[in-house]
């Protein structure tokens, strides 16, 4: 039994590249009007999206705690990649997909507000005359809900670190154990007599603040991906003390096995105990085939997430009668072509910026607009 230590040489990459691969699987059923046979699948992988990214930011702001750089590091990720989405989205999904003529589908006020999913909360809207006969009818892009909520999460991290409460990590420990309890206590709400555990938190106004925190935007019937984010984050900080174990991880994937078949609520249960253990497990292994494969060969997995919805809509409005793993056949590597052109012409390049101090750039673009601003009061 060794320490658990996810150092440089990891095999996150590779984890999240399949995770994107569940997500479109799981979506490849109900686009085309089929029950999700694999919506297990999509949950754990976003699931597993979540726990990476509460190990790896929280470990990002620890390497340099400055709240500029930490969010400049964080939009570099997130808004280049998602503003060339939107791009594509308004100029090619809608244009191939609308039942309206173009000259109205572009003079549609709601064609150009969709470009305002780069503010990240702003929720996305329908484009014009698009996908209004498809059996997942309207949806432009559905995958990008939990953009939002991930950077949520980003907001409490620096907020908490900003205020000192991660130099002790049992404040961390405590808020992820009360906010399990309650989870706990409303998944099980209907077949608990009494709701014991959460009238004391909530008599002194700590129930709601961490409801909202581990379950607002969230579905009921969905895994909590914030509280799985926080995990991710507790994993980090008890990372010299936590043992990884051939045993404990098999246990724990049997655990998911077991509760897949039982109980939605207990499967929802399980993949809080379970899945950030084994997750991180499988970060570690020594399997140097898959060390850092997005650094070598490319980091699709963002791309993947955020093109294939549009792109499995785009193929069953096209072909009405396309069976799901057809489907997800087609449109796989379609989306691949995307992600690879979207990590090596965008998502990388703006990557190349983190080390630049955001508030130069802005002290910059502040003395071009000043002389461009002198030079129009000349005229």
Known sequence: ??????????????????????????????????CSRFSILG????????IISGYLIIQSWCSDPTPLKFFWKRLLRIVPGLAVVAIFTIFVIG????????REYYFNINTWMYSTIILI???????????TSNPFPIAINSSLWTIPL???????LCIMGAIGMLKDRRVLLSIVILSFVIYLNNLLSSVWALNILTKIPGCIGITGYLWYLIGNGIPSDYP??????????????Y????????????GAFIGLLATIVSAESYFLIALLICLPYLVLYLGQLPMKQLYNIGDKYGDYS????????????????????????????????????????????????????????????????SHTFKALYQKFCKI
């Open 1 to 34: 039994m060794a320490v658990l230590k996810i150092d440089r040489n990891n095999t996150l990459d590779a984890l999240r590249l399949i995770s994107a691969v569940f997500v479109i699987l799981h979506h490849s059923y109900p686009l085309t009007g089929h």
């Open 43 to 50: 949950g754990i992988g976003v699931s597993i999206f979540f």
């Open 95 to 102: 244009p191939i997909n609308t039942n309206l003529p173009l």
């Open 121 to 131: 909360f702003v929720p996305t809207r329908p484009l014009p005359g698009v996908f």
């Open 150 to 156: 991930e950077f949520r999460m980003y907001i409490i």
């Open 224 to 237: 909590s991906y914030n509280l799985l984010f926080l995990i991710g984050m507790l994993f980090f900080l």
């Open 239 to 250: 990372k010299d003390q936590i043992k990884f174990n051939n045993w404990i991880a098999l």
């Open 302 to 365: 963002y791309g993947l997430y955020i093109y294939a919805f549009p792109i499995q809509q785009t193929i069953a409005h096209f072909m009405s009668k396309i069976s799901p793993i057809q489907l997800f056949a087609l449109s796989l590597p379609s989306t691949f072509i995307l992600a690879y052109f979207s990590w090596w012409l965008i998502e990388k390049k703006a990557l190349s910026l983190k080390k630049i101090n955001p508030l130069k750039i802005l002290l910059i673009h």
